[in-house]
């Protein structure tokens, strides 16, 4: 299952949050697993991720089987004040526009 993923030794414009919403939105029964690959995260930072949006009321999720759905809140302005015109909504569409145009 590998171990730790490299950390990263500077600066990026994304936080761990909005990959790990992203990847989400992607794919609502995206696993934990999955999430920490794509991200490059542990699978304890995804869970502990995962925690916050929940309780910031950005995403929640439903048990089916062995298995989460989650559901991403769009339209939750985003948490800092110099953002909060914006949407989840609005930030998860630049995200999408970005992956089509480098796919």
């Not at 989400?24 to 925690?51: G, M, P, Y």
């Not at 989650?70 to 909060?84: C, F, G, I, M, N």
Request: hydrophobic share 35%; proline share 4%; with cysteine.
């Amino acid at each position: 299952m590998g171990g730790v993923p490299e950390a990263h030794s500077s600066w990026t414009f994304l936080t761990n949050h909005a990959r790990v919403l992203a990847a989400i939105a992607k794919d609502r029964t995206v696993r934990i697993r999955d999430i920490a690959a794509h991200c490059r995260l542990t699978e304890r930072s995804v869970q502990n991720i995962i925690s916050d949006l929940e309780r910031g009321g950005y995403l929640t999720h439903t048990r089916e089987g062995r298995s989460n759905i989650y559901r991403v809140a769009p339209d939750t302005p985003l948490r800092h004040p110099a953002d909060q015109q914006a949407t989840v909504a609005d930030l998860l569409s630049l995200l999408a526009q970005h992956d089509t145009r480098h796919s």
